[in-house]
């Protein structure tokens, strides 16, 4: 976990608004609004990268409620396409979603298809090395 938070660290992109990072208040706000638990290993992430811009894909956030990155709107968006509402998006990829099921596994919604992909990723961290730092 630390050498990919130390990666995606170096890889950040300066961005002429740079994104905050949460505390564990806005955390637990944001789960009221879900009516959901963030899983562990994702509460970690979004405490420690979720302020990181990198590559083709923008991982959630949480610290600002006008973000088209805004957790409970890629959410809501996510389970109004058909995504089981027991799962949290962590990014949208086109009409696809990643996402990080209730033990913190992390699996691909496939929108045409509405029904999940083969691969999984054991958890955030691993999607982030695998997935979002290969973008």
Same mark, same amino acid.
């Not at 609004?33 to 959630?60: A, H, K």
């Not at 959410?75 to 089981?84: C, F, M, S, Y």
């Given at each position: 976990m630390?050498?990919i938070?130390?990666?995606?660290?170096?890889?950040?992109?300066?961005?002429?608004v740079p994104?905050?990072?949460?505390?564990?208040d806005?955390?637990v706000?944001?789960? +009221?609004?879900?009516f959901?638990?963030?899983p562990?290993?994702?509460?970690?992430?979004l405490l @420690?990268?979720? *302020?990181?811009?990198y590559g083709?894909?923008e991982?959630v956030t949480? @610290?600002?409620p006008q973000?088209?990155t805004?957790?409970?709107?890629v959410?809501?968006?996510?389970?109004?396409?058909?995504v089981?509402?027991?799962?949290?998006?962590?990014?949208q *990829?086109?009409?696809n979603?990643?996402?990080?099921?209730?033990d913190? @596994?992390?699996?691909?919604w496939l929108?045409? +298809?509405e029904l999940?992909?083969?691969? @999984?990723?054991e958890s955030?961290?691993h999607?982030?090395?695998?997935?979002?730092?290969?973008s």
């Amino acid at each position: 976990m630390e050498e990919i938070i130390e990666q995606l660290r170096e890889a950040n992109e300066p961005v002429p608004v740079p994104l905050e990072l949460p505390d564990e208040d806005q955390i637990v706000e944001i789960e +009221e609004q879900l009516f959901i638990d963030i899983p562990f290993v994702f509460r970690e992430f979004l405490l @420690t990268v979720s *302020d990181v811009v990198y590559g083709s894909l923008e991982p959630v956030t949480v @610290t600002d409620p006008q973000s088209h990155t805004y957790l409970p709107d890629v959410a809501a968006n996510a389970w109004d396409a058909g995504v089981d509402r027991s799962m949290i998006p962590i990014c949208q *990829d086109g009409d696809n979603y990643y996402l990080v099921e209730e033990d913190g @596994t992390v699996v691909l919604w496939l929108a045409e +298809e509405e029904l999940i992909a083969e691969e @999984t990723w054991e958890s955030v961290w691993h999607w982030a090395r695998d997935v979002w730092l290969e973008s």
